[in-house]
Every structure is written in C-alpha cells, then in structure tokens.
C-alpha cells in the first residue's frame, strides 16, 4: 500500500486485526504532541480519517472507485496519551453513490476509544 505524504508524517501502519479488519497504528512520537502531555487532535483527526478510508477501501475490493470525503464529523471523548495509539473503521452503508463510515480510536482498551468520527465520501465508480 502507498502511504500518503500525511500519514508518512504521522508515521501510521496499517495491518489487519484478528477477524481480518483494517487497523491503523499511530507510535507516539514528541511531534505528535498538542498541549504537555497529549497527542494534537488533529494527529487523532487524522488517524481517524485514514482508518475510515482504510476500511471503505476494503469494503470496495477491487473496485478502483474514486472516494471523494463529503463531511468528517469528530467527537473528542478524552485526550490521548503519550502512547501508541490504534484505530479502525466500520462502513456503515456502501451506496452506488455515498458511503457511511464510522472510525474510532484507542490506547490501551478498545472499549474506551479516545476519539470517534462520522465521515460521509462521495463515490464515483
């Protein structure tokens, strides 16, 4: 898989989780810091987004379907840490045409996700 430019500077994996799922994997990183102590949120923002389009991208197959992001929606529920951080993806609907995806992010438990965002994407097949 090639990497954009922006989640080269983030320094994301992507792998795959026991059930075959896409998984992003942030390292923590002094750059990644926001206030003293917690990852910036738009580093969060944009683990976020790259898990969601992560998991449309596996949704989509061998479709070579053009995503174009409508909306990003993101829901901060408590400050990540200076630790590697993970996230994924859920596609909530795959249309002819849009495409719903939910994406989270954690630390240290999955169920208690740091962060989670609502994207919308534009398909052009």
Same mark, same amino acid.
């Given at each position: +898989?090639?990497?954009?430019?922006?989640?080269?500077? =983030?320094?994301?994996?992507?792998?795959?989780?026991?059930?075959?799922? @896409?998984?992003?994997? +942030? @390292?923590?990183?002094?750059?990644? &810091?926001?206030? @003293?102590?917690? =990852?910036?949120?738009?580093?969060?923002?944009? +683990? #976020?987004? +790259?898990?969601?389009?992560?998991? =449309?991208?596996?949704? &989509?197959?061998?479709?070579?379907?053009?995503? /174009?992001?409508?909306?990003?929606?993101?829901?901060?529920?408590?400050?990540?840490?200076?630790?590697?951080?993970?996230?994924?993806?859920?596609?909530?609907? =795959?249309?002819?045409?849009?495409?719903?995806?939910?994406?989270?992010?954690?630390?240290?438990?999955?169920?208690? @996700?740091?962060?989670?965002?609502? #994207?919308?994407?534009? #398909? /052009?097949?």
């Amino acid at each position: +898989m090639t990497l954009s430019p922006y989640a080269e500077l =983030l320094g994301l994996t992507f792998d795959t989780d026991d059930r075959g799922h @896409p998984i992003v994997t +942030m @390292p923590f990183a002094g750059d990644l &810091l926001g206030r @003293p102590g917690f =990852l910036h949120g738009g580093a969060i923002g944009g +683990m #976020l987004e +790259m898990a969601a389009w992560a998991a =449309l991208r596996a949704a &989509l197959g061998d479709d070579h379907a053009t995503i /174009k992001p409508i909306n990003v929606t993101i829901d901060y529920m408590r400050g990540g840490r200076e630790r590697t951080t993970f996230a994924g993806g859920t596609v909530t609907r =795959l249309g002819a045409r849009i495409a719903n995806v939910t994406a989270t992010a954690w630390q240290d438990d999955r169920d208690r @996700p740091i962060a989670a965002a609502h #994207l919308n994407y534009l #398909l /052009k097949r």
